[in-house]
Every structure is written in C-alpha cells, then in structure tokens.
C-alpha cells in the first residue's frame, strides 16, 4: 500500500505532525516500536497532549493506521523521523533511537524516497550518523538515489495558539535537491517554511533555540538567589523590567527546568562543543545555577518548617504541580524530583497534588496523592508551589492554613513565602 507519510515514532512530535498531515490530506501511516501506543492508538485513545481521543478517531477515519510492523515503510513516499533523544546515565547525548530508526529505514529505502529527521541533536547528525546508516543499509546514495533532509520539529505543548501549521518550520537538506523535496513535503501543510543553508545550520539553529532559554532562565534564577539575600523582591523586578519594549525578553525563576528540551538540548550543544575541544562556558555557569535551584527550594522549604515546627522531621510537605509545565500531563525530567528527594533525605514526609499525574515517583518510591486540594492543604505543615497549573487559584493558596513557599511569584497571603 502506498501512503504520503510514515511518522517514525508517535509521541510528543510525531503524533502532532501525523495529524497535521492527516489534515492536509496527506494518506499518513505511524510506526512505533511500543504495542501500547500503537494499541491505543487504533482504538482511538491519544497519549499525548494536545492531541484529543477525538482527533485520533477522526485521523482513523481520514485512513490513518499504527503500526509496529516496518513493512509499513516499502509503500512510503516520505519517511520522518520523530524518535526521542535523550541522555545517558553519564550525561552524553544518546542517539540509539535515531540510530535504530535509521536501520529500520535503511531496510526498506527505495528510490526517490525522501527521508528527514526531526529529532533534535547536534550539527553533523544528518550527515555524519543518519546518512552513513542508510546508505551502509541500502546500497543508495543520499542526493543521488534518496533524499536526505533534516527539519527541527517546533512542538510547544499546551500550546493553544502556535501549531505544527502556524508556527515557522525550518527545513535543510543534505543537498539542494533533497532540500527542495523537503520544502515541497512540509509546504503541503505548513504554511511558512524557513530554508537553511544546510543540515548542520539547522541542526544548531535548533539547539541555539533552546539553549536561549536554558541561559535565560539560569540568568533570573540567580537573580532571584541575589534578590532573596538582598531583601529585593524579584518578582516587582521582572515586573518592571518586562515593561521595557525592546532589548528585554521576560524570563520567570523557578524550582529548575523540566521537560525533554530544556534540559538536555543545551547538553547535546555541549558534548559537540566539547568533543571539538570548544569549552562551552556560558552553558557551564548555567548548568551549575539550574541544578542548584530543587536544593535552594528544599533549604527554603526546610527554614519555614523549622520556623513554625522547630524541626522538620516528621512534618508533611505538600508539593503542588509536579509536571514539569503548567497544565501539561508531563513529568518528564521535572524538578519535583530532585525537591521531593532533598525534602524525604531530611525525614520528611512527601505527599503531592496534580491533576495531571496520575503517579509521580522518586527513586522507584511512589509518592501519595492528593485529590482534595483543600483537604491536602488543611493536612500539610507546608505547601511548595511548583508548578502553576490552573487550578491553583491564588485566593485558594492564600486562605492556606499551612506555609507556602511559591516558587512562581503567584500567590499572595500573610502565610506565602515567595522564592
């Protein structure tokens, strides 16, 4: 069966771009290497938000199928690859999902096919791990026989404004000819398209987009470390510094950085850098001031409960919003960890309540859940505000009867310690 699009991988990215495409007409299929996802998805259940079980349904009915069977591949036009890059235990960029993807394309590339990562990773990953599996595989040469494009996925979720067709897609080729296919695919769906200069130029465009923040945020959040020392209240500062119209971009501190992106695209950016012999320095002092931040909340949280309890052994403390985002069911790589660990080091107990995690764990530990936010505040000693969901209405946090520390600068109360 011939088909516009296989998605290589229906999480987070992939299953918004197939439904991006699914919406333009394009015959979509997905393949994944989880039976539960592919499961799921046939019976019309989306794991990822921002993608609805009624968008599912309706992507199944335009034709869209799941699959774990690579056979999937030898009828496709056009192959992306959306698998996950992360860390490994040391802290290097791991690139075996990428580097298993393109084997399995490797086996069934054909002829004309156009093949495009959208993976994030560092400059020289098309080129140099990407094109050697295919080619080694197939016997065809990117350029000539296929084409070999790479195009940073822009997925911002819970985003309600910004999607995978609004939202400026950069797009690069191995060649000039493999760039203009990859312009004519997305072109098909997306309705601004930015062309780089080359694959590598992409690639860093993307990890430089991310780095940004990672470099912003460590910069108000060590701010804010100096404007608690100092007596400053951090929060009226931003306030007036986000009035200025130009020259400034409003950053907000927090309890550290959570998600896929933030905190290990700048890590790819630094491995690269120092495996060329470039010391990254600005990313060094940002990496150092973001990994003390869960520490500095568990200090704070650990002075209020020996303020109002004399010690902190055997109190309770509350964590509110343990995703890694505002109203975002994601946990992945969220700060909550490293402050439910510090606070369970020094004998207290952790309880949490979030509407969007179902279970959140710290070192294979599951923590308690709380579903009645009045009650879990009327039975905490503390409450730390870590993630600002909806729900957390300030007049709520602010009638609290337990301490509060608010790491996010949104409650208000004679009980609220700001961070």
């Known amino acids: 069966m011939t088909v516009d699009l296989v998605v290589m991988g229906l999480g987070h990215v992939g299953l918004p771009l197939a439904r991006a495409a699914v919406s333009a007409g ?93 993976s994030t990773s560092y400059p ?30 822009r997925i911002d979720p819970g985003n309600e404004i910004w999607d995978v067709r609004n939202t400026p897609k950069v797009v690069s080729g191995c060649t000039a000819l ?49 404007c608690h020392q100092a007596g400053i209240d951090v929060w009226d500062v931003l306030h007036c510094a986000a009035s200025k119209p130009f020259g400034f971009a409003p950053f907000s501190p927090g309890p550290g950085v959570g998600g896929h992106c933030i905190p290990v695209d700048p890590r790819y950016l630094a491995a690269r850098a120092e495996s060329q012999g470039f010391p990254f320095r600005m990313l060094a002092a940002a990496h150092e001031v973001l990994t003390h931040m869960p520490r500095h909340v568990v200090d704070r ?48 107990d952790v309880f949490y309540h979030d509407p969007y995690a179902a279970d959140f764990s710290v070192d294979d530990r599951s923590l308690p859940r709380a579903t009645d936010l009045r009650e879990a505040l009327g039975e905490a000693d503390v409450a730390i505000l870590l993630q600002h969901h909806a729900c957390y209405a300030r007049e709520t946090l602010g009638r609290a009867r337990c301490a509060v520390l608010d790491t996010r600068g949104k409650a208000a109360g004679s009980r609220v310690t700001l961070l």
């Open 26 to 118: 394009l015959a979509t299929a997905g393949y994944d290497v989880s039976g539960t996802v592919v499961s799921g998805l046939a019976e019309g259940r989306s794991h990822v938000g921002g993608v609805c079980d009624s968008e599912v349904a309706a992507m199944l009915d335009a034709g869209f199928r799941a699959t774990a069977d690579p056979a999937v591949l030898d009828g496709a036009q056009t192959v992306v690859i959306c698998v996950p890059t992360g860390l490994t235990p040391e802290g290097l960029p791991d690139l075996s999902a990428v580097q298993d993807a393109s084997r399995v394309v490797a086996a069934r590339l054909r002829t004309g096919m156009l093949v495009v990562l959208e």
């Open 124 to 153: 020289g990953t098309t080129e140099d791990v990407v094109r050697p599996l295919l080619e080694h595989g197939s016997g065809l040469r990117a350029g000539e026989d296929f084409h070999l494009a790479y195009s940073p996925q």
């Open 178 to 226: 493999c760039a203009k296919y990859a312009t004519a695919f997305y072109g098909r769906f997306v309705d601004h398209l930015v062309l780089a200069r080359g694959t590598r130029e992409a690639e860093m465009a993307k990890l430089l987009e991310n780095t940004y923040r990672y470099v912003n945020i460590a910069l108000v959040d060590e701010v804010a470390l100096f």
């Open 301 to 348: 949280a650990l002075s209020l409960l020996t303020e109002n309890r004399g010690r902190p052994e055997g109190a309770r403390a509350l964590l509110l919003g343990v995703t890694y985002k505002a109203d975002v069911a994601d946990v992945r790589e969220s700060p909550a960890r490293p402050v439910a660990a510090g606070l369970l080091a020094t004998g207290v």
